[in-house]
């Protein structure tokens, strides 16, 4: 079973940054190897639904990101380590949310792959 732990969370004022962090574990048992995997970034706002806001292939060769997010977000993965980041700048009110990551679908960019999902890592930003 596919494991996800995502941190790095934290409070940070407007245009400030942060880097959260994503380890993944168990992806042997799923079938999939983490490194043959796209992962991805997703987002629940308060009182909102979770949200898709980036996605990175198995290699690095291709990242995609939301439109609320382009340009200020970074992903990043280290295979070695079964780690996906997720770099913040920029960071505005709106970012506020509860920050998770997932595998990817192979069948859709945007879609998580498993049911199941981490704790997540809480970000506030402060106007």
């Known amino acids: 079973q596919v494991q996800l732990e995502e941190s790095g969370g934290g409070l940070v004022q407007t245009g400030g940054s942060l880097r959260l962090s994503c380890r993944s574990s168990g992806h042997t048992s799923s079938g999939r190897a983490f490194e043959n995997t796209s992962m991805g970034w997703f987002r629940q706002p308060p009182g909102k639904e979770r949200e898709w806001i980036a996605t990175?292939?198995?290699?690095?060769?291709?990242?995609f990101y939301a439109d609320s997010v382009k340009g200020r977000f970074t992903i990043s993965r280290d295979n070695a380590q079964n780690r996906v980041d997720l770099q913040m700048n920029s960071l505005k009110p709106e970012d506020t949310a509860v920050y998770y990551c997932n595998a990817i679908a192979p069948w859709n960019t945007r879609t998580p792959l498993f049911d199941s999902w981490g704790q997540g890592t809480h970000v506030t930003v402060s106007s």
């Open positions: 990175i292939s198995g290699g690095s060769l291709h990242k």
